[in-house]
């Protein structure tokens, strides 16, 4: 299983990114699909997730309404479209995978995903 995050930069407050998420190695269809962030000095926490399927997602809530996780299983690749930015948004972004025969997407811990992928650093300056 390998994953690459991609797509972060720097962006003022207010302004939109839209990150990627590039799978390879395995069959992407499999797995439920997380993006989690981690801050400068703080612990990496959950961002959203998007099952199998596409179909249930879950979003942190400080990220409700203005980010939005998808996923295109033909190409393997999975997106975070963030809008709104924050500056508090600011932190590097990985996406995550868990295999599973569940539907649900409801998994927010980072100990549910084994597989991860290099991160990519997002600034937003205020």
């Known amino acids: 299983v390998q994953l690459q995050a991609s797509g972060g930069g720097v962006v003022q407050a207010g302004d939109s990114l839209s990150l990627t998420c590039t799978a390879s190695?395995?069959?992407?269809?499999?797995?439920?699909m997380a993006w989690f962030r981690q801050a400068p000095g703080k612990e990496r926490e959950f961002v959203a997730s998007v099952s199998r399927g596409g179909g249930n997602i879950v979003y942190a809530d400080s990220v409700k309404g203005r980010f939005t996780v998808s996923r295109d299983n033909d190409k393997k690749l999975g997106y975070l479209q963030m809008n709104g930015l924050r500056p508090e948004d600011t932190a590097i972004y990985y996406c995550?995978?868990?295999?599973?025969?569940?539907?649900?997407?409801?998994?927010?811990?980072?100990?549910?995903?084994?597989?991860w992928g290099q991160g990519t650093l997002v600034t937003v300056s205020s």
């Open positions: 995550a995978l868990k295999r599973t025969i569940l539907t649900q997407s409801n998994y927010r811990s980072q100990n549910d995903y084994p597989y």
């Open positions: 190695g395995f069959t992407f269809s499999y797995y439920l």
